[in-house]
């Protein structure tokens, strides 16, 4: 039986420039951990040779892995690999590890101001037992996976909210 595609989306926004947005979801240094409860690191960053020191380039020579721990109790190693990087705007990537397929964020500006971000993923499970169980448990599934990116878009907003207070002029 083949795995079942996960087709994922989520909208975040953030009162906070697309710049300052971008800063810290496209950090070349993953800091996720830092903001993101239920992520940690799974092991070291891996930087591939690349050529040039921008930010952009740094970026895509990197691949994170990550843990996320589900609100069900199960936790999926990913690894994350960009390949596509429009800075402020756009950054894609590869995952493999416990799920594997693409991914995708997009920043855009809103009428207000604010920051608007859309999260796309398209991934299938790797782990025998997801995929065993997807059949009868995807709803639960995506019922975790939305709850995780709560969590992430709270502690996002959390995290630019104190960099903005405590780096104010």
Known sequence: MAARLYDLSSSWTFPNSQQE???VIADPDMSWPQW?????????LERAPHEGASKEELLLATTASLKFKASLGYTLT??????????????AFDAAGDLEGEGR???SRTDNGHTR????????PTSRWMAFLSPVAAPAFTYAHAA???KGETGLRNFLAWNYTNNRG
């Open 105 to 107: 964020v997009v920043l």
């Open 148 to 150: 995780l990116m709560r």
């Open 36 to 44: 993101w409860p239920g992520c940690s690191y799974a092991g070291p």
């Open 21 to 23: 947005v971008w800063d």
């Open 78 to 91: 990913v690894t994350y690999h960009p390949t596509l990087v429009e800075s402020p705007r756009e950054v």
């Open 117 to 124: 971000m859309d999260i796309e993923w398209r991934v299938w």
